[in-house]
């Protein structure tokens, strides 16, 4: 498997444009998350998905940002419209069914996004 | 929520030396510590992990302790190589999926 996939790599965009971030999970894993990695706040959790639903997103940090999971293949992370405080690395990762104990968390490369 | 505090934030060792990182974490119902490595330029990458049922784990030349009285981990790594530089982030979570992660800790491994 090619582990997680997210696109774009890099993102540059301007203040009050709309940014979408993808993502795509290991084939099999029911899990999914959304984090944001910054110096000040370091690695955030802004939601998760289980079975395609959001089972918490109390880490979103305001309205403007917004995420889906219309499939077990495919999320977005859309933030509109975008600020420069927006500017971070934001991650997808996913996990396999849980049993037995098992947790791993497989990040992906990131997105890093810069709004300017 | 979920507090955890992660200590040195940055740590230089001679190759072949010991590295010991510690955590503290607030809630007293996490169960699950996981330690994860992020190499520049990459995701974050599970190295060893470890449950409140059980006091320490080891895998080669990583090891993991816990005490939950204290409510404090620790990471150590023997023999560190080169290889080992890295930042390293510790965690923690009541319900095995909403990880609470610490600042990290920049681990540079001199030659």
Known sequence: DAGVIQSPRHEVTEMGQEVTLRCKPISGHDY???????????????IYFNNNVPIDDSGM?????????????????KIQPSEPRDSAVYFCASSPPRGGGYNEQFFGPGTRLTVL | ??????????????????????????????????????ELGKGPQLIIDIRSNVGEKKDQRIAVTLNKTAKHFSLHITETQPEDSAVYFCAATPNDYKLSFGAGTTVTVRA
Request: aromatic share 14%.
């Open chain 2, 1 to 38: 929520g979920e507090n955890v505090e992660q200590h040195p934030s940055t740590l230089s060792v001679q190759e072949g030396d010991s590295a010991v990182i510690k955590c503290t974490y607030s809630d007293s119902a996490s169960n699950y510590f996981p330690w994860y490595k992020q």
């Open chain 1, 32 to 46: 999914l998350f959304w984090y944001r990695q910054t110096m000040m706040r370091g690695l955030e959790l802004l």
């Open chain 1, 61 to 77: 940090p305001e309205d403007r940002f917004s995420a889906k999971m219309p499939n077990a293949s495919f999320s977005t992370l």
